[in-house]
């Protein structure tokens, strides 16, 4: 079915518009408000229907055409890739218990427990900042080559005065 816009040949994905069409509508509020539970539409104004939480939540908080919001959707992530719950997920959230510098935001598992990016959940070590998990990757989580990489930074360090 063809979009119901007058000369547009795209496909019609929701209430007769393409895509194009419907953002360009949904974003200026055009759309009729046909919103409750379960509804990726406005319920009130500014809100809208969180499938996750189960709750309204301001618009803000939700990208084009989700039913879910952007927290909703990592914590359903975390909880589908590492077998997290919510409760869980945020009492590890925190300052880095590596750097001790920044928010942590990725989760940190035993890839040798568990093959590729998901997890079955018991090998969760905790939740790491980008820099400092990265960093633990690129060691292949090894700590014999963290440890060699620590000894070689304490026994070359600079004598040179800072620039």
């Known amino acids: 079915m063809e979009c119901s816009e007058t000369d ?15 953002e360009y509508y949904w974003k200026r509020g055009l759309l009729e408000n046909t919103g409750g539970p379960g509804s990726s ?10 499938a996750y939480h189960r709750d309204t939540h301001p618009e803000e908080m939700f990208t084009p ?3 879910t919001c952007k927290e ?14 919510e ?22 598992h035993d890839h040798s427990c568990c093959a590729g990016k998901s997890s079955c959940g ?13 960093a633990i990757a690129q060691f292949g989580d090894d700590p014999a080559i963290m440890l060699r990489a620590i000894e070689y930074l304490t026994n070359n360090r600079s004598n040179k005065s800072v620039c």
């Open 41 to 50: 539409r406005t319920v009130e104004d500014g809100l809208k229907w969180c």
């Open 87 to 108: 409760s869980e997920y945020k009492s590890m959230l925190g300052i880095c218990p590596i750097c001790l510098e920044r928010e942590v935001k990725y989760v940190d």
């Open 122 to 134: 018991s090998c969760v070590r905790g939740v790491l900042c980008p820099p400092c998990s990265t």
């Open 72 to 85: 909703g959707k990592t914590l359903r992530h975390i909880f589908r890739q590492y077998k997290l719950t």
């Open 65 to 67: 055409f989700e039913t």
């Open 8 to 22: 547009c040949q795209n496909k019609s994905i929701s209430r007769g518009l393409c895509k194009k069409h419907y």
